[in-house]
């Protein structure tokens, strides 16, 4: 096991062991549901559960058949040396986590003692101790071999009878007596040098770390022993005996990691909720153990893992703080995580390239969603450049290649929606979201409008929505198009939609009309390299974000190389549809999590809104900028208000960092005024002494008085976050979806 809370789970390293098929369903469960619209048929992912009611937690997910479970590794010592219930397993479930605040990583967590505005330096304190124990050693000592005489054996011979000098009585006299005075010198001794701070400050945390790393279980909030989470007592609680032996057999026998753990624990919560599924449950655990519940794609664990995770706590370390007075002092040297509790207010990082985004931030946060989707708790989907490495395919269930011909799936242009004012609104936001605030009018509104005019009637008249190539002709008015539009409407019998074809052609000759520039915009995406992606004939390929009531894990690449405009078109589009998909979701007991690694022209004043929509609906967004200054100036203080964790990176320009100073506010400090005064003297003596003074040091005597204040101040100001963030350093500043915050914190990335 690594420190601080990292668990290397069986697999981890090299694929998940026994991936179950998940072909088989369980006992008194449901049966697999058909492919909805917008999921995308296997290979390689099958649909989870059908959602369930509001608010409620998903199913437990479909049994999945055993295979041959894999060999576990070679231990590294011999078997009678490693003792039965001390596995990296069992020691990461057993070990404590208090949490005192959002952000501090709960794995371990010691709270600190009430700050000490008077606390001794470390050094001062053990330096003053050792010299104080030296001192008493060596005054001992002195008495002890009668360097110092045999005075302070005096109160002995004196005041105790002669019948005690003999026999066994004089031996316990004599050693209580030495007892009594070597107890007078610790005691002594162990006042002039603090020796109870020392022991608070840095023994007995000791003892204590030490009595946990032996494997012992530590003791509940309430002071009494908790019961052993490896032995499920929430199950036995319940009545499911059974369940509970097989599964606490199977953790001390090495065959559950953390992932199994957290998914079996998210399907018993599901039962919680439906009583009537405990038999379902309790068959599966018995026929399966550790590998029941399993995802739909059979995974058990990633393939790799680059960070540090606690899946009790859900927990995801980005480093630790520093220990900086700037710092509030429960934060200092205490390490720091992000939970989808935190990122439920969504998450704003910027910083220029190189600073440690993508590595230290997005890659991490995006590896604790996709566990979090394995154990059934999250949707995740990720977008970024091709190449960029956010996670290898392994890692997810949908890749989603635009722009090359190897890939397997396909983006719905239209959000999955069988509403064209939906889906009309969607398309318009992300073909010229940038641009409404340059139009006149409600740009927006005109543009969805337009949209709206032809996605209507082509529906109506073909059963689907255009293709790329089909509505940037519509757009362009193309009499042809248009004819045979108004054509298939009328014979049809959509006179009603008739009308809107020729409201349509009419608005098209109107000075101002949208439909060129949407056209314009649509020609990025009618493109050779396109050419198969986009098509809304074959929806067996094409993946929708209205499949984010499962837990799936997506990753669009966008073909940043030679489409530059076309990527952030597409962005604008995925961040436009997952707002929408995200708060029209039925069941919201999963989390979905959007990451977008560079939101760069994506950030509109619609999708500000839809980011302050999500945290009401389970769901949040990381967003990451070079810079304030690819947002609209209109829109930089909206976004930084509408977004709770804001995160500031070392190298960030003045006029970036004087937005966060703003949005992070001031404080009321403790400020001390010296000044220095000469001192006049009147008497000759002390004038005398004052020149003597003044010829040995060179200095006019003087005193000094101090003046205490309180005064307002930035938390970080503008020139100290251009400035004074080191290289591999964050500013961080997080907000719950409860409420509670956290203020801004100065951040190790690399701890």
């Not at 996670?391 to 509403?419: C, K, N």
Request: contains cysteine.
């Amino acid at each position: 096991m690594e420190h601080e809370g990292t668990y290397d789970a069986p697999g981890a390293r090299g694929g998940p062991p026994g991936a179950a098929d998940t072909s088989a369903p369980a006992a008194g469960a449901p049966p697999r549901p058909q492919q909805q619209a917008g999921v995308p048929a296997p290979p390689p992912m099958p649909h989870a559960a059908p959602p369930m009611p509001h608010g409620a937690p998903p199913p437990m997910p479909v049994e999945a058949a055993p295979r041959p479970r894999t060999v576990p590794r070679q231990p590294g010592r011999a078997p009678e040396a490693v003792p039965r219930d001390r596995s990296p397993f069992l020691t990461w479930l057993r070990a404590s986590r208090v949490s005192t605040g959002p952000g501090i990583w709960a794995y371990g967590y010691r709270p600190k003692p009430p700050e000490e505005p008077d606390r001794i330096p470390g050094r001062q304190l053990l330096s003053g101790a050792v010299t104080a124990l030296l001192c008493g050693w060596l005054l001992g000592s002195l008495l002890w071999n009668g360097y110092l005489g045999t005075y302070w054996l005096w109160p002995l011979t004196v005041l105790t009878p002669d019948s005690w000098h003999h026999g066994m009585a004089a031996v316990w006299t004599i050693y209580t007596y030495y007892a009594i005075c070597l107890g007078a010198l610790v005691y002594v001794f162990g006042r002039l040098g603090r020796w109870p701070q020392v022991w608070r400050r840095y023994v007995a945390p000791l003892l204590a770390r030490l009595w946990d790393d032996g494997g012992v279980i530590p003791a509940a909030a309430g002071g009494g022993p908790r019961q052993d989470p490896a032995d499920w007592p929430q199950l036995r609680a319940a009545g499911a005996h059974e369940a509970a032996d097989r599964l606490a057999a199977e953790a001390r026998a090495g065959l559950m990691n953390d992932v199994d753990h957290a998914r079996i624990e998210r399907a018993w919560h599901s039962v919680r909720a439906q009583p009537g599924r405990l038999a379902a449950f309790t068959e599966t655990v018995l026929r399966h153990g550790a590998a029941a519940c399993a995802h739909p794609s059979g995974a058990r664990d990633l393939p790799v893992r680059a960070a540090r995770h606690d899946l009790v706590t859900g927990q995801v370390r980005i480093g630790a703080a520093v220990d900086d007075e700037r710092n509030p002092y429960m934060h200092r040297g205490a390490g720091y995580a992000l939970d989808s509790g935190l990122l439920g207010t969504s998450l704003l990082a910027v910083g220029p390239p190189g600073s440690g985004k993508t590595d230290r931030l997005v890659r991490p946060v995006l590896e604790s969603q996709c566990l979090q989707a394995l154990a059934g708790r999250a949707a995740v989907v990720a977008v970024g450049a091709a190449g960029a490495g956010l996670a290898p395919d392994e890692a997810f269930d949908v890749v989603v290649r635009i722009g090359r011909q190897d890939s397997a799936y396909d983006l719905d242009l239209y959000g999955g929606t069988d509403d064209p004012d939906e889906a009309a609104a969607v398309l318009a936001e992300g073909l010229v979201g940038d641009l409404t605030a340059a139009l006149p009018g409600e740009g927006g509104r005109r543009a969805a409008t337009v949209l709206a005019q032809i996605l209507g009637p082509y529906r109506a008249a073909h059963g689907r929505f255009p293709s790329v190539p089909e509505l940037r002709e519509l757009l362009d008015g193309s009499p042809s198009a248009m004819g045979a539009l108004r054509a298939a409407l009328t014979e049809a019998g959509q006179d009603a939609l008739v009308r809107e074809v020729d409201a349509r052609e009419r608005q098209a000759h109107r000075p101002g009309d949208a439909g060129p520039m949407l056209a314009d915009r649509l020609a990025l995406l009618d493109r050779p390299a396109f050419a198969r992606f986009f098509d809304t004939t074959d929806p067996s390929r094409t993946f929708s974000l209205r499949a984010l009531e499962h837990p799936l894990r997506v990753r669009i690449d966008l073909p940043e190389r030679g489409h530059a405009e076309a990527s952030r078109m597409l962005a604008r589009l995925v961040l436009a549809q997952f707002t929408e998909c995200a708060v029209a979701r039925g069941d919201r007991s999963l989390f979905a999590f959007l990451v977008l690694d560079d939101a760069t022209h994506a950030v509109t004043p619609e999708a500000v809104r839809g980011l302050a929509r999500l945290r009401s609906a389970n769901a949040g967004a990381l967003l990451t900028l070079r810079t304030l200054d690819d947002v609209p100036e209109s829109l930089r203080s909206a976004l930084l208000g509408a977004v709770g964790c804001r995160m500031a990176f070392s190298g960030v320009t003045t006029w970036d960092g004087a937005r966060f100073a703003e949005v992070w506010g001031k404080e009321w400090v403790e400020t001390r005024d010296v000044t220095d005064r000469q001192v006049i003297a009147h008497e000759p003596l002390t004038r005398v002494t004052h020149v003597v003074r003044r010829l040995v040091t060179g200095r006019a005597v003087t005193a000094q008085s101090v003046t205490v204040r309180k005064v307002e101040r930035e938390r970080w100001s503008a020139s100290e976050l251009a400035h004074g963030v080191p290289a591999g350093h964050a500013v961080l500043s997080v907000t719950s979806v409860r409420g509670s915050s956290a203020p801004p914190v100065l951040i190790d990335l690399q701890r």
